[in-house]
């Protein structure tokens, strides 16, 4: 951004010495608004003479010499300086802080043996600084990236034009008579501005990583790069955050988590299933079908694991389980109650892929009670002996669950005369859900993403998650509008527990400062509350008090306008530091007391920072800690 600056040109006939002239700078920095701390006024170079820098009316703001070490000659840190002499560069500076009769100035005979900086302490709209100074013949003009100035050279007797081979020059205002200066090409202003030039790396290769715009400094009339410090004065543009690689990362195998070992002593396995999933960005990633995944499954699925040593004799070392294995389980009863019946029992696949149709163990049986006490009565020819329970169901569902698409249908069923399906069998047992299409095609389907942690530590919280509509366009997939979807769309938010809260430190906002000067002081409430908003009931649930926030701090912590002595500033900041009103940090608080009498011992040996004293001299150590705060 460039600065607005007034120049004035100044004739002078006055030479430095007899045998050595120079060239005068004089400007005018008359940019009203600027950023509210310390702000570039001018660089003045090495070798200056007679400078002198004056605000042009009585404001809020104050004049600063900055040094090349970063330091401050006066005025630095929002510490403002009183009226005075101060060496540095080789010189001696007089800085003569504004007041009822004279206006905010410094000034320096030099020559400066280093380049110094005019700062600016800015507070309120800038009425604008006049800065002059003389730079001796054989010293190179300076250049300011953010503003120009005149130069004109002086010599006795001679026009103050310099005799140079007339050459048009463009960055400089006509002379007196009318004519254009010809300034030699090393004089010309150089211009140095912030200039994008490319972009960081993406922080992701896919699923939507972001990268910044970098910026460099660059000398505007080559259009090349200089070091950063050419652009110290200019503010550097503010980083720009763009998405990047926003396309869905390739599908690839996820593990699921490892299942509970086979065995609880010994040595047993453990599996786990593969999923392909795609990662459509860092907060969703969905599941899609297997056949997407196009690498091999190198993740394992079987693992051995170890449990405690069984308390046998004998140490059983189970055989490797082979890739494919039936899981039986136990047989039922029999489905008599006496003579020949049949008993059940289930029969699963642990591996990965399926297992062999062929090696499926016997999932029925005969069993026999032994006979009947007495003859079963015929009816219509058809005994009465129980038979095997039977499997009940109800219809499917009417309608499907989706909109739109592929849904489900569901159905109830019940083991006859066991609840628990224990003398069913299980080989024929009914479906209770089946897939249905609606006669609507969806467009897009729901993916959901996982749950966040819940936005509380203890007590009722809440947990979110991303749901977006995803669709498949040209064969890949894309995020697209909600209303592509059915409008049972999931929820993105429900509700959460932890565990009950104990008692927590609640605080106000801050008062407004008691001075607007000459250092303030600003009040808060702070008290321990339980989670119904009352003080807690008992001494292990308080708040601790090594966590108990600051309730009183100060403000506006900078020489008021109209104190030009120092020591009467110093007397009332002695003042407020000293005011009990103030010093006093501490709220009242009943469960906060000493319990014990000898507590200004404690605090002499420095033990508040042990639990047991911190309970026992709670009042006295914790004032020792509003006093250290």
């Known amino acids: 951004m460039d600065r ?7 004739i002078s006939t006055t030479c430095l010495s007899s045998c050595c002239c120079g060239h005068l700078i004089d400007g005018i920095f008359t940019e009203p608004t600027l950023e509210r701390g310390y702000n570039l006024v001018a660089t003045v170079p090495r070798g200056a003479l007679a400078l002198n820098v004056t605000q042009l009316r009585h404001t809020e703001n104050y ?9 401050y000659l006066f005025n ?8 005075g002499k101060y060496q540095a560069a080789g010189t001696t500076f007089v800085y003569l802080r504004q007041g009822p009769q004279n206006l905010e100035s410094f000034s320096a005979t030099g020559p400066l043996q280093e380049p110094i900086d005019v700062m600016v302490l800015y ?7 006049v800065y002059r100074y003389v730079i001796p013949g054989n010293v190179n003009v300076p250049t300011n990236s953010h503003f120009g100035h005149k130069t004109v050279a002086i010599k006795t007797a001679e ?13 400089g205002p006509p002379n007196i008579d009318g004519t254009q200066p010809f300034l030699p090409k090393r004089y010309k202003k150089r211009k140095f501005v912030w200039k994008s030039t490319g972009y960081t790396e993406c922080s992701r290769s896919c699923g939507g990583g972001t990268q910044l715009v970098k910026y460099t400094c660059i000398r505007e009339h080559t259009q090349t790069q ?3 410090k050419r652009c110290h004065a200019l503010e550097k543009p503010r980083e720009i955050q763009l998405r990047c690689n926003t396309t869905p990362c390739p599908p690839k195998w996820r ?8 065995v609880t002593c010994g040595t047993g396995t453990r599996v786990r299933d593969l999923e392909c999933v795609q990662e459509i960005k860092p907060s969703l990633i969905m599941r899609i079908a297997d056949g997407a995944c196009m690498e091999p499954k190198i993740l394992q699925t079987t693992e051995v694991c170890e449990m405690p040593a069984c308390e046998y004799d004998v140490k059983i070392t189970p055989a490797p389980l082979p890739p494919s294995q039936w899981n039986v389980g136990t047989w039922s009863l029999c489905s008599t109650s006496c003579g020949p019946g049949k008993r059940t029992r289930l029969a699963t696949c642990s591996a990965q892929s399926s297992c062999d149709p062929e090696s499926k163990p016997n999932t029925q049986e005969a069993c026999d009670l032994g006979p009947c006490l007495a003859k079963s009565p015929q009816v219509n020819g058809v005994s009465t002996r129980l038979q095997s329970p039977l499997w009940l169901y109800t219809e499917w569902t009417e309608g499907c669950s989706a909109e739109c698409g592929t849904g489900v249908q569901t159905r109830k069923v019940f083991c006859d005369n066991s609840p628990e399906e224990e003398f069913c069998e299980q080989s024929s047992r009914p479906e209770t859900s089946r897939s249905c299409s609606s006669n609507r095609t969806c467009s897009g389907q729901w993916f959901t993403g996982p749950w966040s942690e819940c936005s509380t530590e203890c007590d009722s919280g809440e947990q979110v998650r991303e749901v977006v509509c995803v669709t498949t366009l040209r064969g890949a997939l894309r995020v697209v509008l909600d209303m592509n979807c059915p409008a049972n769309k999931p929820e993105t938010r429900r509700p959460c527990n932890r565990p009950p809260c104990t008692s927590m430190w609640f605080i106000s906002d801050w008062t407004e400062c008691s001075r607007s000067c000459g250092k303030g002081i600003q009040k808060r409430e702070v008290r321990c509350l339980n989670s119904e908003g009352q003080p807690p009931e008992h001494h292990e649930l308080h708040c601790k008090d090594k966590d108990r926030p600051i309730s009183r701090r100060t403000c506006n912590d900078y020489p008021c306008k109209d104190d030009v002595h120092g020591s009467e500033n110093h007397h009332r900041v002695l003042q407020v530091q000293n005011d009990p009103e ?5 709220e009242e608080n009943a469960l906060c007391k000493d319990s014990i009498s000898n507590c200004n011992l404690v605090l002499q040996a420095r033990l508040c920072t042990y639990h047991f004293y911190q309970q026992q001299c709670c009042l006295s150590c914790s004032r020792a800690k509003q006093e250290l705060e």
């Open 159 to 171: 026009p103050i034009v310099p005799n140079i081979p007339h050459r048009r020059a463009d960055n």
């Open 63 to 71: 004049l600063a010499i900055k040094l090349q070490d970063g330091s």
């Open 4 to 10: 607005a600056v007034l120049f004035v040109l100044l």
């Open 226 to 228: 200089v070091p950063e």
């Open 76 to 83: 630095g840190n929002y510490s403002i300086n009183l009226s």
């Open 582 to 586: 103030i010093s006093n940090g501490l």
């Open 123 to 129: 507070q309120e709209p800038n009425p604008g600084i």
């Open 255 to 262: 593990a699921s988590p490892w299942s509970e070992c086979s």
